[in-house]
């Protein structure tokens, strides 16, 4: 057998990185000396990292994280804000998911929770978990719409299919009996089965009342399925009056998310 017909089958194989890596090593004389089980395991390597690197992009890419370029390292705790940087930390393993555990993340507008939200959204794909990323508004009208043209049950497995749901402006208007009718059947999908980071500017105690006037039945199952055994985070100023946007650290533009 030629090395040019090795190298044919390995592209039809659709092992691309393994025969770049093949050829690389033809044309290097000194791969002579080396033994076969010590080239075929270079061989091997490259193919699985370059598998592994696509596979993180898909996700990263499947995500749509409002800002895909947020970090755990990046996070800045010398801005102002209460932030428990020891369980931020223990988050960013993704233990929480591991455990189907939920995330509230509340603060005012500007204090940087979407950036947070995203950066766990990223140590989520790193680990290899699919994720994806929505603004409640947008939600609530997919569903709606799916529910009103019958495509229903193939919108909410958009939304239960993902390992992480990170859920932005959570609560930002209040629900209709219809809207929390809607989001009920897809967090009771969700529930003890995957992990939903909840972003807010209401703090959780005002959540209730964001439900249908906290007047329906739904608001007590809504609140029942998402806050049991949850993590919070309330990012909160040490003082409102040298209070620093975290859009302004972090260089974001003033119409991204906050």
Not at 7 to 29: C, G, H, N, V, Y
Not at 66 to 89: C, F, H, M, V
Not at 180 to 190: D, S, T
Request: hydrophobic share 35%; with cysteine; charged share 30%.
């Amino acid at each position: 057998m030629t090395n040019q017909s090795t190298l044919d089958k390995l592209i039809e194989m659709r092992l691309t990185s393994m025969a770049d890596a093949f050829r690389t090593q033809m044309d290097d004389s000194s791969m002579k000396e080396v033994p076969f089980e010590d080239r075929f395991g270079m061989l091997v390597d490259v193919e699985y990292s370059s598998r592994k690197n696509n596979r993180l992009k898909r996700l990263i890419r499947s995500a749509e994280l409002e800002q895909p370029d947020a970090s755990i390292a990046a996070i800045d705790y010398q801005s102002g804000r209460k932030l428990n940087k020891t369980l931020i930390g223990r988050l960013a393993t993704c233990e929480y998911i591991t455990e189907c555990r939920n995330i509230f993340i509340t603060g005012a507008t500007g204090s940087g929770k979407t950036y947070m939200a995203c950066a766990f959204g990223m140590e989520a794909c790193r680990h290899f978990y699919s994720v994806k990323y929505v603004r409640l508004p947008d939600l609530l009208l997919d569903l709606q719409a799916a529910r009103d043209n019958g495509t229903f049950a193939a919108t909410l497995k958009k939304y239960t299919k993902p390992v992480l749901l990170i859920t932005d402006e959570w609560l930002l208007l209040k629900l209709t009996e219809a809207e929390a009718r809607n989001l009920f059947e897809l967090i009771h999908k969700r529930r003890k089965k995957s992990s939903t980071i909840f972003c807010s500017q209401f703090r959780e105690s005002e959540w209730y009342q964001q439900i249908c006037g906290g007047e329906s039945t739904l608001a007590d199952a809504i609140m029942d399925c998402i806050s049991y055994d949850s993590y919070k985070i309330d990012i909160e100023s040490i003082d409102p009056t040298k209070d620093l946007s975290m859009r302004e650290v972090y260089g974001l533009d003033p119409a991204q998310s906050k």
